[in-house]
């Protein structure tokens, strides 16, 4: 089970973290992911981290602004977010996949709730 938090309203050009707590498994047997989803919009991957935490991809959007991590001891993962833009603005969620780091919706097995961003201008 993953559950997101941390996301709120947050002025442009502003930081925010979002963590994504898992249980029952141990998060250095997946990759972890962070997507978004924009209203009327389809999910779009935003960066991943692999099992082992040794590599991340990320987005070009947020290439430089955000940045993904992972604390094995509180078993969760975050997404730091800096230099906010409105058009970051979405709900954001954390999935993990054993299938290696996939930038695609359909290479994740699991799931969490979203929590939502809202940048203001």
């Known amino acids: 089970q993953l559950q997101a938090s941390g996301g709120g309203l947050v002025q442009a050009g502003g930081p925010l973290r979002l963590s994504c707590a898992a249980s029952?498994?141990?998060?250095?047997?997946?990759?972890m992911g962070w997507f978004r989803q924009a209203p009327g919009k389809e999910r779009e991957f935003v960066t991943v981290?692999?099992?082992?935490?040794?590599?991340?991809v990320y987005a070009d959007s947020v290439k430089g602004r955000f940045t993904i991590s992972r604390d094995i001891s509180k078993n969760t993962v975050y997404l730091q977010m800096n230099s906010l833009k409105p058009e970051d603005t979405a709900v954001y969620y954390c999935?993990?996949?054993?299938?290696?780091?996939?930038?695609?919706?359909?290479?994740?097995?699991?799931w969490g709730q979203g929590t939502l961003v809202t940048v203001s201008s």
């Open positions: 981290i692999t099992w082992s935490g040794a590599n991340t």
């Open positions: 999935a993990a996949t054993t299938r290696g780091p996939r930038t695609v919706v359909t290479g994740y097995d699991y």
């Open positions: 029952g498994r141990t998060i250095n047997m997946y990759s």
